[in-house]
């Protein structure tokens, strides 16, 4: 009976320290893909800061910032990785693509997405509409529109056509120029690998933001950096804010259309009134 005690213990000895080895396994490689590293707690914090460090890359350790402005504001949900490394370097970081754009990427057939297809278009728009005087291109109104004027035309208030000219408004000595010089450039673009400058765990945290919906990520005002919160939070502040009374009037779809009319009259009446004093570009 003695010798059975023994051996019970034993096993539960052996299965304790299996579980410990493997909750430890687990915490080292959950630290290692949050946060690129994971500290032996058996050594002092200077040992596995000079650990951390010399692991390091050379460029990231020359080039990494010194400033990272990130501002959490998640309640209750966490983000599943450490978004600061990624966030906190800023709205104008680029990461390097994995690949550079070779000739498919610039020029497809029947892909009016890729840049050359996209550039030709524009040109051929401009050729069309050389000889008017507004030389507005997008977005082009259907016969059934109002065709607008130049007082009340803002590109930014309209979703880009596809429409194309027609092929007689396009000269060839244009079209002959344009092959060329996509001939030109294709032949001096090759696709080749990219070398990242971002961390393997940054890397994953920026494809789980740009994948996940629990979250919203936005700028901050002040350019104080990038703020993460809850989605649901987030939807809450909004109509809390805009049901404010003293700041803002609900419209119904009519009202909204007489008072848009209304200072959009005013504003050309305005500009009628100084035209003299005025730029082009600011009668715009």
Request: charged share 25%; hydrophobic share 35%; aromatic share 10%.
């Amino acid at each position: 009976q003695q010798q059975n005690f023994e051996r019970l213990v034993h096993q539960q000895e052996t299965q304790f320290s299996q579980q410990w080895r493997k909750a430890q396994e687990q915490a080292r490689k959950k630290s290692q893909i949050t946060f690129g590293f994971a500290a032996n707690p058996a050594l002092s914090c200077h040992a596995n800061a000079l650990i951390h460090i010399g692991n390091m890359p050379q460029w990231y350790y020359f080039c990494r910032p010194r400033s990272m402005t990130f501002h959490d504001l998640t309640n209750t949900l966490t983000p599943t990785y450490d978004l600061r490394p990624i966030l906190g370097l800023g709205h104008k970081f680029i990461p390097t693509p994995r690949y550079s754009n070779g000739p498919r990427e610039l020029l497809r057939p029947l892909d009016r997405t890729t840049t050359l297809t996209r550039l030709e278009r524009a040109i051929r728009i401009r050729c069309f509409f050389a000889d008017q005087e507004n030389n507005n291109a997008e977005p082009i109104p259907d016969d059934a529109e109002e065709e607008h004027t130049p007082h009340d035309y803002n590109p930014r208030m309209y979703i880009p056509s596809d429409w194309n000219p027609p092929g007689f408004t396009y000269p060839g000595i244009v079209h002959r120029r344009v092959t060329c010089f996509n001939n030109e450039i294709l032949a001096k673009f090759q696709r080749r690998q990219g070398r990242s400058n971002l961390l393997p765990h940054q890397r994953r945290a920026l494809q789980w933001a740009q994948t996940q919906d629990d979250f919203v990520i936005a700028l901050t005002d002040k350019n104080l950096g990038f703020c993460i919160i809850e989605k649901r939070q987030y939807i809450e502040r909004v109509r809390v804010l805009l049901s404010d009374e003293n700041s803002y009037t609900r419209l119904t779809f009519e009202d909204a259309i007489t008072t848009a009319a209304a200072v959009s009259a005013e504003i050309r009446a305005w500009i009628a009134e100084h035209r003299q004093y005025l730029a082009k570009s600011e009668i715009k």
